[in-house]
């Protein structure tokens, strides 16, 4: 039987819960979110018409301090979505070592129905609702899927509007705002980062990679950005659009340039076009799903040629799909450490918004690899230790984290 989102999630804690003989009573503490809040969401259109949708904040494990996580808005975004992105991020925060919980939000909404103005003011009735439970220590939201700094901007704003100007409300801002320089590469980049720290560990050289990566949104495009100027061959990358592919590799900055105008990849010039079948299975070394989530199943898991898996996407591949890549050797470097930058160049913000000092993009980009690259050598050093895969290896040392800090706290 599929598993739900949230059951995929507690199935990879459950795997790695049992390799360090975790209690039986601190699971369901930690298998379960501390609060979720459903609030219905009206908003006016520019047609004046009456939109009701709904949103959703969930508020997963804060032993480690604040909750942190980010708001989407896709039509998929439902409460055990939100739920089980809000869990991973509980492991994830732990596993990089940042002070921070785990909480995710959604609004079921398809963005691309909306005009700007009808946007903002989605934005600022969904803030409206959530306000009370967030908070510089409390709860900090971010971009994630379909929102950005504009759109942080927006609740930053309504947030303030009740509670006093506090950009460290949210994170992810536009740099006037109090956003921080090299925010918006930090995911992408901390993917990177990580895929160079495994591949100085097996003695690979990243630039001779072929490279594939589902999604072109800002994770992938920044990520294929980097990767390209190391040197690595980007031989296909897609969007809603479809796949993109050269032999060659791509033109990446090309790519990005006609991303960038708003037009679709399949429409950029002198590519083949694959379908996204076609681009999970195209030969490669390294596939990088950074799109959504559940892309990687039992049904073609057995279609993927890579080596190496890095999952810049939450929760991409299921737990059917992940034993199957496992049985013929692909490695797979797990969401809760691959994807990580993101909340690490969110913790610098934060940090960067209380202390009112702006850090140099330099000092930040530093910053993010020597905690991405630490977080691999404590996975990898965890893995070869219990001899056990990446993904269990990172959950053990998150769980392990969260499980002592809520002893000290006496949660339990």
């Given at each position: 039987m599929p598993h739900s989102a949230h059951e995929a999630v507690n199935t990879y804690f459950t795997e790695a819960a049992r390799i360090i003989d975790l209690h039986e009573e601190l699971y369901p503490v930690l298998t379960t979110p501390y609060r979720e809040l459903a609030v219905q969401v009206p908003v006016r259109l520019d047609d004046g018409s009456l939109l009701v949708t709904r949103g959703y904040r969930v508020q997963h494990n804060g032993a480690r301090g604040p909750y942190k996580g980010g708001i989407r808005y896709h039509p998929d975004a439902g409460l055990d979505e939100v739920r089980a992105l809000a869990s991973l991020m509980t492991w994830k925060t732990a596993l990089v070592n940042v002070p921070f919980g785990g909480a995710k939000g959604g609004v079921?909404?398809?963005?691309k129905m909306l005009s700007k103005a009808e946007m903002q003011r989605l934005t600022r009735r969904f803030t409206g609702?959530?306000?009370h439970i967030l908070g510089i220590y409390r709860d900090i939201p971010?971009?994630?899927?379909?929102?950005n700094a504009q759109v942080m901007a927006w609740m930053m704003d309504a947030y303030s509007s009740v509670h006093g100007y506090t950009p460290a409300a949210v994170t992810g801002k536009p740099l006037d705002l109090g956003g921080a320089p090299g925010r918006e590469a930090a995911t992408g980049r901390g993917c990177v980062y990580v895929l160079g720290a495994h591949c100085r560990q097996e003695g690979i050289d990243l630039s001779s990679q072929r490279v594939v990566v589902q999604g072109f949104g800002n994770v992938g495009s920044w990520l294929s950005h980097e990767?390209?100027?190391?040197?690595a061959k980007v031989v296909a990358v897609s969007d809603v659009s479809g796949g993109v592919f050269s032999?060659?590799?791509?033109?990446?900055?090309?790519l990005r340039s006609h991303a960038d105008e708003g037009q679709p990849l399949v429409d950029a010039p002198g590519v083949e076009i694959l379908t996204n079948d076609e681009l999970l299975a195209t030969r490669c070394d390294v596939l990088v799903p950074a799109a959504l989530g559940e892309v990687i199943t039992e049904?073609?898991?057995?279609?993927?040629q890579a080596s190496i898996v890095l999952e810049a996407a939450n929760h991409p591949v299921t737990p059917h799909g992940d034993k199957l890549l496992g049985d013929r050797g692909v490695v797979v470097i797990p969401d809760i450490?691959?994807?990580?930058?993101?909340v690490a160049g969110s913790y610098f913000?934060?940090?960067?918004?209380?202390?009112?000092?702006?850090?140099?993009?330099?000092?930040?980009?530093?910053?993010?690899e020597d905690l991405m690259t630490t977080a691999y050598a404590a996975t990898r050093a965890a893995a070869d230790s219990y001899g056990c895969t990446l993904r269990r290896a990172a959950f053990a040392l998150g769980i392990e984290r969260v499980a002592a800090a809520a002893r000290l706290r006496g949660y339990v």
């Open positions: 079921e909404i398809d963005p609702a959530i306000h971010a971009p994630d899927v379909n929102t990767l390209h100027a190391l040197g032999e060659h590799g791509l033109d990446i900055p090309a049904d073609n898991a057995e279609a993927v450490l691959a994807n990580a930058g993101g913000e934060w940090t960067q918004n209380i202390q009112q000092f702006t850090w140099k993009e330099e000092r930040f980009n530093q910053e993010l």
